[in-house]
């Protein structure tokens, strides 16, 4: 009994750990490439537009404070990367790439 319950253990971890990959899928879904393309990029390049006036508008208290290079990303940055280089359909790419330029920057 006990040689049988292992090996239904040792039968169910191998196929949970090889089901993962078979999932995992490197081509985008078209409805999610095509909404990113005709909703997304004209809101992300509009928060462009609207984080560069209000960065403007901003720009003598952050140079007072000393912040003008974190407000500038915050503002201006980050909305025109997610607008410009993260690939179509891809929504992760923002968090990946806005963790590691936190951690890069003082």
Do not use: H, W
Not at 63 to 85: G, H, N, R
């Amino acid at each position: 009994m006990r040689t049988k319950a292992i090996t239904i253990v040792c039968a169910a971890a191998i196929g949970l750990a090889t089901t993962t990959p078979a999932f995992a899928s490197p081509e985008r879904d078209p409805a999610v490439v095509a909404a990113d393309a005709l909703v997304m990029r004209p809101l992300l390049f509009a928060a462009t537009v609207a984080g560069s006036a209000i960065f403007l508008v901003c720009l003598p208290v952050a140079a007072i404070s000393k912040s003008v290079k974190s407000t500038a990303q915050a503002l201006v940055v980050t909305p025109a990367q997610a607008t410009f280089t993260r690939p179509l359909g891809d929504f992760d790419y923002n968090e990946e790439s806005s963790d590691q330029q936190m951690a890069a920057t003082p």
